[in-house]
């Protein structure tokens, strides 16, 4: 069994390299449809899929996790998300795409090296003591996202051996180049950023927020959790906050082991309050993971999505950024989010489910557990 599994691996990674040969790590695009992998599509096929937003696709096929994609006001799609863990990836830093329609995706490589512009500038990186020398990359960017707020753009990401803050673009162009501000926080991870009416707030994990000084160099105000209802939280990462008319959607993801599923979900909750409280936790978007949402040129919705089934376990690109088409409807007192491909919508069974643990709390049986641990 050993070694036809040996055998099996070296035949993939055999693939892989004469896929890469002849490829600079900055050229590397979609690769051509055909077939071994039916999630890989051609450029006119996603365009399709876009146009039904109906079902979901694989929108670029390079290996990524947490997936996060920006609309932003130069008429570009920039996706970015983590390119190297702490036991893959060779280049640890900010690897940015862009994209005109969300089918052809364009590199612009590595916007921001940790190994090169970290150390020209002395980053707080390198700051952080390391927990595991001997992994492949002890140092790792986790979860980058991109914004632009005040004329530029912004990168908050965090550290794999915990701690977080921004990049900031000095040119006021995506592709950089980057200085990096001070750390905000030596501990916990996934970044994110709000403004509204002038203010700019800095949120991490799944629920801490506080409000940051005018040049976000750091915060103007303790951090506190968003408050919610009922007795589970949202989630453990992924925070995400959006606004739709007056009312706040608080979004973080999470994987429970004593949910029937076992899946990596988005959640979310709604309230007319910045800080909350928040009301009914829901599931969002079922095998979503760490994700975002986003609207295309012709106001349709969509949410990254990464890690869930519908990828080809045989892949060595299994981590990749696919699209799941939603709509989002906003009432006089709620939004509600319609997942219109159903091997993301959460089920009745999986919102009864969480509306239980609203009222019961994580099981005793997982306290001092991981969230995601399942009994053998």
Known sequence: MRFRLMIRHLFMLSLLLAGLSGCSKSSLQDKPSGQSNPNILTEDQKLERIESHDRAFLALNEKIRDPFILAAPDGYFYLTGTAAGSHWGDTIGIHLWRSLDLAKWESLGFVWDLYKDGEVQNSWHFSQPLKNPDFKNPRAVWAPEIHFLNSTFWIPHCLNISGHGLLRSTTGKAEGPYEVYPMIANKGIDAHLYQENGDTYYLW????????????????????????????????????????????????????????????????????????????????????????????????????????????????????????????????????VHVKDERFRPTAEDQAFVSKLAETGVPAAWEGKSPWWRPE
């Open 205 to 336: 994990g799944a629920d801490m927020i506080a409000r940051m000084d005018k040049d976000m160099k750091g915060l103007a105000e303790e951090p506190e959790k968003l408050r919610h209802d009922g007795k589970h939280p949202l989630g453990y990462e992924g925070v995400l906050l959006l606004k739709f008319d007056d009312k706040y959607v608080h979004i973080a993801s999470g994987r429970y082991g004593y949910e029937p599923t076992d899946t990596y979900d988005l959640y979310y909750a709604v309230s007319k309050n910045l800080k909350g409280p928040y009301g009914k936790r829901r599931m969002m978007i079922k095998n979503a993971g760490h994700g975002n949402l986003l609207q295309d040129h012709n106001g349709r919705w969509w949410s990254t999505a990464f890690d869930h089934a519908f990828i080809d376990p045989d892949n060595p690109l299994r981590w990749n950024c696919w699209l799941v088409p939603i709509d989002i409807e906003v009432t006089r007192d709620d939004v509600l």
